[in-house]
């Protein structure tokens, strides 16, 4: 059973460039997460989505970036005119149907603005 | 809103010695996870703690969780090389079925062993 992937697992943006981050979860999870990991910190929790909703957004900042997990697919984490401060590790985490229970994390995507 | 302190957020220590590091949060939860991050690495899982008064021990790391302290503790017993990383706590501050788990980090334990 292949665990949650997400890609790329590097990528590099010039400053106003969009990035796409994309996460696949594992197989029969149905529950993904979106958390950012700035420099030296902890995880910051940024999104919570299910098959065609988006459940808590509530970690999201309110311009430039958006979600979404379709129907067919992976998620994906969009970021619209990136600026530095949005160099960071993104990490993609799944769960199954019932929620509550343990989150599964990916390899990460490196973000870096230059 | 949910918080969790870890300390110490560096820990510099000798092979053989034993060690712990804290993690307290704010409100009640029965999930604490435990996850160890190597530089550019993602989380590994190390324990999954489920109720008050869980212990779950793995090699030379134990886990143990406090629900009315709102307190977990990861015991190092003798430390070895091989444990130098980026330790985290995360509680899970499950609001129900309608809003799923967000975990709430702490800002993590910087360890290092020195042979």
């Known amino acids: 059973n292949a665990g949650v992937m997400q890609n790329p697992r590097h990528l590099v943006r010039r400053r106003g460039q969009e990035a796409r981050l994309r996460c696949s979860p594992m197989k029969g999870h149905s529950h993904v997460y979106w958390y950012r990991q700035l420099p030296e910190e902890g995880l910051k929790f940024m999104v919570y989505l299910q098959k065609e909703n988006i459940i808590d957004e509530s970690g999201m900042p309110k311009e430039r970036f958006s979600a979404e997990f379709p129907k067919e697919g992976p998620s994906i984490l969009r970021i619209q005119q990136v600026v530095r401060g949005d160099s960071a590790a993104y990490f993609c985490a799944s769960s199954p149907q019932l929620a509550g229970v343990e989150q599964y994390f990916g390899p990460g995507t490196r973000l870096t603005v230059t | 809103e949910l918080k969790v302190e870890q300390n110490p957020l560096f820990l510099s220590m000798q092979e053989g010695k034993n060690y712990t590091i804290y993690c307290n949060y704010s409100?009640?939860?029965?999930?604490l996870y435990w996850y160890r991050q190597d530089p550019g690495k993602s989380l590994e899982s190390l324990f999954v703690l489920l109720s008050n008064g869980a212990v779950k021990q793995e090699g030379r790391l134990m886990a143990s969780l406090d629900t009315k302290a709102r307190l977990s503790t990861l015991h190092i017993t003798a430390a070895v090389h091989d444990l130098s990383a980026t330790y985290f706590c995360a509680v899970d501050g499950w609001i129900g079925e309608t809003s799923g788990s967000r975990l709430t980090f702490g800002e993590g334990t910087q360890l290092t062993v020195n042979p």
């Open positions: 409100t009640t939860s029965d999930r």
